[in-house]
């Protein structure tokens, strides 16, 4: 059985995470970075789907039938605001290479998956634009709307992760005892 003082140190992910919130978010500009990004995408994501209006007042309205869309793009909007703070941090205080794929994967996806294009104005214009291609993006995003949420609150979780980790795993030091 190794000894437990030549082990590696390691961090488990929980650690990695709260290690990783603690340093970004310890800085007040992140967290106006983060509750300013999700605010913006909470606002877009409630007027494409028709549950936010501003003329001629400002009114929300929820239906019934709307509450599991409203959850899902609320957590997509705050997980958005939290990614886009970590990354932004990553950029300005580190000398990590960070792969374009961490800022667009889940960002993108949830941007275009959040608004109900068949419902809102956007159909229109995927229409007007694309004509028959518009058509059958309009119906897809029609159909698969809520399974596209989730897909990309997953892959928002996954760059959450994958920034964490890079913060953290650039701190670790690695110690040998026998040196």
Same mark, same amino acid.
């Given at each position: 059985?190794?000894?437990?003082?030549?082990?590696?140190?390691?961090?488990? $992910?929980?650690?990695? #995470?709260?290690?990783?919130?603690?340093?970004?978010?310890?800085? $007040?500009? =992140? &967290? /106006?970075?983060?509750?300013?990004?999700?605010?913006?995408?909470?606002?877009?994501?409630?007027?494409?789907?028709? &549950? /936010?209006?501003?003329?001629?007042?400002?009114?929300?309205?929820?239906?019934?039938?709307?509450?599991?869309?409203?959850?899902?793009?609320?957590l997509?909007?705050?997980? #958005?605001?939290?990614?886009?703070?970590?990354?932004v =941090?990553?950029?300005?205080?580190?000398?990590?290479?960070?792969?374009?794929?961490?800022?667009?994967?889940?960002?993108?996806?949830?941007v275009?998956?959040?608004?109900?294009?068949?419902?809102?104005?956007?159909?229109? &214009?995927?229409?007007?634009?694309?004509?028959?291609?518009?058509?059958?993006?309009?119906?897809?995003?029609?159909?698969?709307?809520?399974?596209?949420?989730? /897909?990309s609150?997953?892959? &928002?979780? $996954?760059?959450?992760?994958?920034?964490?980790?890079?913060?953290?795993?650039?701190?670790?030091?690695? =110690?040998?005892?026998?040196?």
């Amino acid at each position: 059985m190794p000894n437990k003082k030549t082990m590696p140190i390691t961090t488990s $992910w929980q650690d990695s #995470l709260i290690l990783s919130f603690r340093t970004v978010f310890s800085n $007040w500009p =992140y &967290l /106006l970075i983060t509750g300013g990004t999700a605010t913006v995408f909470w606002i877009v994501f409630n007027v494409f789907d028709q &549950l /936010l209006f501003f003329s001629p007042i400002v009114i929300f309205y929820l239906p019934d039938d709307a509450v599991i869309g409203f959850i899902l793009a609320t957590l997509t909007a705050i997980l #958005l605001g939290i990614v886009v703070s970590m990354n932004v =941090y990553v950029f300005r205080h580190s000398k990590l290479k960070l792969g374009l794929a961490a800022f667009f994967s889940g960002s993108t996806v949830s941007v275009i998956s959040s608004t109900c294009a068949s419902c809102s104005s956007l159909g229109f &214009l995927l229409v007007s634009v694309f004509g028959g291609t518009g058509v059958a993006a309009s119906s897809f995003l029609s159909n698969y709307q809520t399974p596209l949420r989730v /897909l990309s609150i997953a892959l &928002l979780t $996954w760059a959450l992760f994958s920034v964490a980790n890079k913060l953290t795993s650039s701190c670790v030091i690695k =110690y040998d005892p026998s040196k």
